[in-house]
């Protein structure tokens, strides 16, 4: 490891941050959680400042009691639905952010309900993932439509690179799937 242009210490950072912009100029404030330097190239270990969300929609129960439910993902949606989700999560005192990547809430978070929490298992073609675990913060209706908003129990990280410019970009998946196996054992190598 050689030195870098972020603050840290044994590879963990103290106070160094970073803003992530995407292709239409949101941003998204993110704290350097560790860097990694690996043939040369820098990485960056990111994880952003306020709490990221996701908001959920639920499908209707069917006969056995169970509801399906789909992540948001579309911009278009996600720009339909804002108001509304922005609106319930005023009324706790949280700030709904369209921020770069995900959205985003500030504000302190209600405390965790074992009862709120929403495991969803992601489907990816031949590979077997971890279930996701959320928190429901809010909830609320969209033409007729059950809505919910959740925030994710485990940290959500983001892995990028530092340019040429000296900006974190963060790597593409074909990148990030070349790096990942490098990386793992950079950090485990660091953990012990």
Known sequence: MSSSA??????????????????VGRRLNCSIEHTLEV????????????????IVAWD???????????????DEEIDLLFPDAQAVLAEQNLTLKRTAYTLTVAGELP????????????EESDVELEPEEFQLLASFYHEEQEYGVYTPLDPLLFLARTNSKGEPEL?????????????????FDELE
Do not use: C, H, W
């Open 111 to 122: 405390e965790m309900d074992e009862e709120e929490i929403l495991t969803i298992e992601v």
């Open 60 to 74: 209707e129960e069917d006969e056995e009691d169970f509801a399906d439910a789909t992540l948001i993902e579309d």
């Open 171 to 187: 790597l593409s998946p074909e990148e990030f799937k070349k790096v990942q196996p490098l990386l793992e054992d950079l950090l």
């Open 39 to 54: 043939d040369g190239e820098e990485f960056l270990l990111l994880m952003p400042r306020d709490t990221p969300i996701q």
């Open 6 to 23: 972020y603050p840290q210490e044994n590879g963990q950072s103290d106070l160094g941050s970073v803003t992530l912009i995407d292709e």
